[in-house]
């Protein structure tokens, strides 16, 4: 093999510079501009050549540039104006030029600078609530930004205010995306000059929150400026079953030491407003109990009454909660819960909706009666309805619904865009889980147009446990007339029983007073009260009785002359009935008597004979006897007797 070495060259024609990027525009209040930028990072010599610099377009501003490249403007005292230069950067081969830079004296043209984009954590769980950061510069004065979030359902702006020529916004914003969404965010900013600007748009994924116990765990994140700070995780997914297991067991008094009155709560209020909630907790042991309260998660809306207190066995205490909104705080949907620690642990879901004090339109959710109590695996429906209070007719509006539990985990969703006149109703369904857990739900409706966003929600129960408590609700009218019939017939069997037995004593009375007759041989008053009693009592009487009084009268003789009075008057029954206790005292003034349908059986002997006194007073047993009264007693009744007569004469 042979080997040579040969010499080559490449000549490279020279060139004149090139022009890398664009220089932005400068804009400042007055004075001058010292090293506002330098030529080298924008101009470059491949060959190495040394650059010299110039510009053109100059009229009241100098521009001076130093040995290394900076550059400097020195605008005439006081002066106010805008002038447009061009750069230039010349080798021996040639010049090029730059895009054209205003620069702006006293006049604002630059729109706010952003840096630092900062999350609270790395890590972000479903329905933590994040701050999200991002530091800002302006040469004249910074005036206002919102952070643009997209948790899947679009854009959702949050607004404030910022101040100075360098300042840090700050958006709190509660995550409601469900596990495993990426979700995307921005902040955007404008000066005193209503200059623009954003940031890029940055991305992070939400996580399934772990929980210890049926208890949400503290986890540790550290946020991209190195702070560690400790946040409370939430709670999602199946983690959920043993907190509605807890909640639903305090609610109902299954716990074995204490109870609380109230399962969750579903607040909604507008911007600037307050509202307060009030639940009771009883100590049902046996020993006093000390409780601890805790707002996780909303303590910045919620205040309580207490958090440190003791309850003795038996007694029972109210907590108030003050959930309170300001004029600055975010719109939109947070969740968190009150923790309520004693022997036992107990969380009890909070869920509170702001929507906006300037809204132009409102939305109510109402769960339709039917589904308020519904199966696993069936279908939840609800009208969701949207008032117009503003001038926008016939626009578009964009309706997001779901249902969520009240730890904002989202188990069906859907969405649809709408025509929004003075007032539109729309009926909405949505899938029930076959395999969510029994208990309490949120249909959750979200309204939105370029301009504002409202929100509502209704709360449903799934599982059959609940079934008669959707029974009493849609039966109540039904049930208070099946009560209120039952209740009647019941006082009007006793009243007549009441009556009856009147009924009975009165003609026992009678009946001894015409014992009495006859034993005295006043058979004249007593064919009298005899007629009154078969009056009285409804029996009907032989018409040749009543005209043959003297055969009446013959008749009570005779039945007058076959009575042993002594015996019938004086000695009180042996008979008994079955089961029936009679109890006679010799002092007593009465005694409790029945009578077996002497009237009936009188009646039936009337029929065969006219009148057989001798059968009616053998077939009538008395079981109870009462006393003869006392002879002041006889001598009303004698009148009683005369009244009777006069009555029948008449």
């Known amino acids: 093999m042979i080997f040579a070495e040969v010499d080559t060259s490449l000549n490279v024609p020279n060139s004149p510079p090139e022009f890398q990027g664009i220089i932005p525009n400068f804009s400042w209040s007055s004075g001058p501009f ?8 924008y101009f470059e010599d491949f060959q190495g050549d040394s650059m010299n610099f110039s510009y053109s377009g100059e009229d009241q501003v100098i521009i001076n540039f130093s040995s290394n490249g900076s550059v400097s403007f020195f605008p005439p005292q006081g002066y106010i104006g805008v002038e447009v230069i061009t750069f230039y950067a010349e080798d021996e081969i040639g010049s090029v030029p730059s895009n054209e830079v205003y620069l702006g004296i006293g006049v604002d043209m630059e729109a706010p600078k952003w840096s630092n984009p900062q999350k609270t954590r790395d890590k972000i769980f479903q329905n933590d609530q994040i701050n999200f950061n991002m530091t800002w510069t302006d040469n004249f004065g910074l005036k206002s930004y919102y952070t643009s ?10 607004a404030g205010d910022i101040s100075g020529v360098f300042n840090v916004s700050s958006s709190k914003i509660q995550i409601s995306a ?66 509605y297991e807890d909640a ?54 919620a205040e309580l009454s207490e958090s440190n207190f003791t309850i003795k066995a038996g007694e029972s205490k109210t907590i108030i909660i003050d959930f309170n909104v300001d004029l600055t705080t975010d719109i939109g949907q947070y969740f968190g819960s009150l923790i309520v620690k004693s022997v ?6 909070l869920v509170l909706t702001i929507n906006s004090v300037d809204l132009d339109f ?42 969520k539990d009240f ?80 209740i009647s017939i019941v006082l009007t069997m006793r009243h007549r029983r009441h009556l009856e037995r009147q009924k009975a004593l009165s003609l026992y009375v009678k009946l001894n007073e015409l014992k009495e007759l006859m034993k005295a041989g006043n058979y004249e008053r007593a064919a009298t009260l005899y007629v009154a009693i078969k009056r009285i009592y409804g029996e009907p009487i032989n018409g040749d009785v009543l005209e043959n009084r003297e055969r009446l009268v013959e008749e009570i003789k005779k039945l007058s002359s076959k009575i042993d009075f002594e015996d019938v008057v004086e000695k009180p029954s042996k008979e008994k009935k079955k089961g029936e206790n ?4 010799s002092g007593s003034e009465q005694s409790d008597v029945v009578v077996e349908k002497e009237g009936v059986k009188a009646k039936e002997s009337e029929k065969e004979k006219g009148i057989e006194s001798e059968d009616a007073g053998e077939k009538t047993k008395i079981v109870k006897e009462k006393k003869v009264k006392e002879k002041e007693d006889k001598a009303g009744d004698d009148e009683k007797v005369n009244g009777e007569e006069k009555n029948e004469k008449a």
């Open 178 to 243: 469900p596990v495993g969404k990426i979700v995307k965010w921005k902040v955007c900013a404008t000066d005193l000059s209503d200059n623009f600007a954003c940031s890029d748009v940055f991305e992070f994924t939400v996580f399934a929150t772990p929980v210890d116990n049926g208890v949400p765990t503290e986890s540790t994140g550290t946020d991209t400026g190195g702070d560690s700070t400790s946040v409370t995780g939430r709670i999602t997914g199946e983690n959920i079953k043993d907190l």
């Open 582 to 585: 009679i109890e006679s005292d």
């Open 362 to 403: 409102f939305v109510n959710v109402s769960v339709l009666e039917e589904t308020k109590n519904v199966k696993p695996g069936k279908s939840i429906s609800a009208l969701i309805e949207i008032n117009n209070f503003g001038d926008n007719i016939n626009s578009e509006i964009k309706v997001d619904y779901a249902i």
């Open 407 to 486: 730890y904002g985990n989202i188990y069906d969703s859907a969405e649809e865009v709408a025509i929004l006149n003075e007032k539109i109703v729309l009926e909405k369904s949505l899938n029930v889980p076959e395999d969510i857990l029994l208990g309490k739900y949120i249909f959750y409706a979200r309204a939105s147009n370029e301009k504002d966003v409202a929100l509502n929600s209704d709360v449903f129960t799934v599982g059959l446990s609940f079934r008669f408590e959707a029974f009493l609700k849609t039966s109540f009218v039904f049930l208070a007339i099946l009560i209120l019939s039952i």
């Open 34 to 41: 010292l090293d506002a930028f330098n030529m080298n990072d």
């Open 248 to 301: 639903k067991d305090i609610a109902s008094g299954n716990a074995e030491e204490f109870s609380i009155d109230v399962d969750s709560f579903l607040v909604t209020l507008k911007q600037g407003t307050s509202l307060t909630r009030v639940l009771e907790i009883s100590n049902t042991g046996n020993n006093d109990l000390s409780f601890d309260l805790i707002i996780d998660n909303l303590d910045e809306f």
């Open 149 to 158: 979030i997209d948790q899947g359902e679009g854009w959702v702006d949050y």
């Open 344 to 349: 036992q642990t107990v969380i009890v879901p």
